[in-house]
């Protein structure tokens, strides 16, 4: 079993819908949990980051996690054609980041 | 600040020859830095963690000798690809962490794509 599975999609919403991006991990163990935003040929950038459980709301974005299921999530809301990219979920096993596959993002207008 | 530069940004080379790539922290001190690699469609996969003035860590199944690191310095990692290969054609790259991070936080630097003819 992979430490971190994610969905590959592609996943093709119209401008302003609300995206769901999720993920799913296998330790309990794990903490930290990570969205990165990776543009076509370029390094990912972090997008948001949560500890343990709960919510976390960044302007459009919300991370969410719940322990008990071991399923992160991603929502994107008034999702934009800018947000198109490729979304990976991550996670530290210690001090490695392991990501999940990524799920690939377009956002048509 | 958190800027992580790596040069080149792409290259082409023939096979059997030697590629090295930079990876340079520019606005911090990076105590560690961590190479990965990133085939089409798929994930990162780390091949190596490199703390400066000390031999790198290599992942299960990367050859170090065929992927040399060198971490000179609080602010360059090195990555040498010797004697490439088509199968080493893929995108590279390089995070680093600085020590005063509350959570280990890895800033990515933007990549090199290689292509072995």
């Known amino acids: 079993q992979k430490e971190v599975e994610q969905d590959p999609g592609p996943l093709s919403v119209p401008e302003g819908a609300i995206v769901s991006l999720n993920c799913t991990y296998s330790n309990s163990a794990f903490q930290y949990f990570m969205w990165y935003r990776q543009y076509s040929r370029k390094g990912p950038e972090l997008l948001m980051y949560t500890y343990s459980s709960g919510n976390k709301e960044d302007g459009r974005f919300t991370a969410q996690v719940d322990k008990s299921s071991k399923y992160i999530s991603l929502f994107i809301r008034d999702s934009q054609p800018s947000d198109s990219a490729t979304y990976l979920c991550a996670t530290y096993n210690t001090d490695k980041l392991i990501f999940g596959t990524g799920t690939r993002l377009q956002v048509f207008p | 600040g958190a800027v992580v530069s790596q040069h080149p940004s792409r290259v082409i080379c023939k096979s059997g020859t030697s590629v090295k790539i930079e990876c340079r922290s520019l606005?911090?001190?990076?105590?560690?830095m961590f190479w990965y690699r990133q085939f089409p469609k798929q994930s990162l996969m780390l091949m190596a963690t490199?703390?400066?003035?000390?031999?790198?860590?290599?992942e299960q199944g990367v050859e170090k000798d065929k992927f040399l690191i060198n971490h000179a310095s609080l602010t360059l990692s090195t990555l040498t690809v010797t004697s490439a290969h088509p199968e080493d054609s893929s995108f590279y790259i390089c995070?680093?962490?600085?020590?005063?991070?509350?959570?280990?936080?890895?800033?990515f630097g933007p990549g090199t794509r290689l292509t072995v003819l």
């Open positions: 490199s703390n400066e003035g000390s031999k790198a860590t290599y």
């Open positions: 995070s680093a962490r600085s020590a005063r991070s509350s959570y280990n936080e890895q800033f």
């Open positions: 606005d911090f001190q990076a105590t560690t």
